[in-house]
């Protein structure tokens, strides 16, 4: 499918796929999609400890590039995992320039070590990040009891509805840990009522720039 380097909403760079008319991010704003969401109502409910941390839909790396630069305020060590079913290309990245766009001259050699890492192997990005790449489909997710916390990143529902399903959302909760959290950007009802059906306790959270809500789910104890 052909696909294209956009300007977001707030300057920040993402890839649409045309045929769909669909970004990896918020054409409203994919840096600040990205701070909302993932790290404001996720990475930043937990201090001072080790976590792991899954991301389903590592894509272009902006997520796990931000979590890097957070961690340390937060006194974090991260186990990050990105499971990506179709890796982004080099070229794409270079020309995404989130970096530059963060002003992130510091974490440069570390976001290209990201992507130039070998797949299926724990890399130390910095002394508090690691990262495993897998190139695997999400339905092939099968950790039990394993992390802290998910960045649920998938194409929306509207392309992709079967990642948006009871099925996989099981998968999500049997990867948590007890009290382990998922967040993602989306806020439709059906997706909601599948991560209820499974067993989570979800929250309506205010969304992003051009969006409403999001959703935060917690598995039990």
Known sequence: MKRKIITTGDGSKTIQIEDWDEQYHSKHGAVQEAYHVFIEH??????NEEIDLLEVGFGTGLNALITLAEAPKHDLNVNYVGVEAYPVSKEEVAALQYCVQL???DKKGAFQEMHNSSWEETIAITPDFSLLKQKRDFSEVDEENLFNLIYFDAFGARVQPELWTEEIFLKMFRALKPNGILVTYAAKGSVRRAMQAV????????GPPGKREMLRATKPV
């Open 199 to 206: 067993g989570f306790n979800v929250e309506r959270l205010p």
């Open 103 to 105: 002003g992130f001259d």
């Open 42 to 47: 996720g990475l930043r409910l937990f201090q």
